[in-house]
Structure formats: structure tokens, C-alpha cells
């Protein structure tokens, strides 16, 4: 939401991009450590 606001209705279009970019690289290492979490469970099991 925040992203959205900065990005339409206060048209700082290249502060609303960073912070989307930042977004999707806090999702991407949250996935990846949970993606070698599991993998490793399922070795030990």
C-alpha cells in the first residue's frame, strides 16, 4: 500500500520502484531459506 502511494498519488514513481524491488528481495530470501529448510528436513527424515 505504502508503495502505491508514493508512486500515484504523490508521483515519486522512482521511490515507490525501490521499494517494490526491496520487497521481492525480502520475499526472495525468505523463500530460498525456507526452500533449503525443507529440503533439509526431508533429508534427515
Do not use: C, D, P
Request: glycine share 4%; charged share 20%.
Amino acid at each position: 500500500l505504502h508503495m502505491v502511494n508514493m508512486g500515484y498519488r504523490q508521483l515519486k514513481v522512482g521511490y515507490a520502484s525501490a521499494i517494490s524491488v526491496i520487497f521481492v528481495l525480502i520475499v526472495l530470501t525468505i523463500s530460498l531459506i525456507q526452500r533449503r529448510l525443507l529440503v533439509e528436513e526431508r533429508e534427515v527424515a
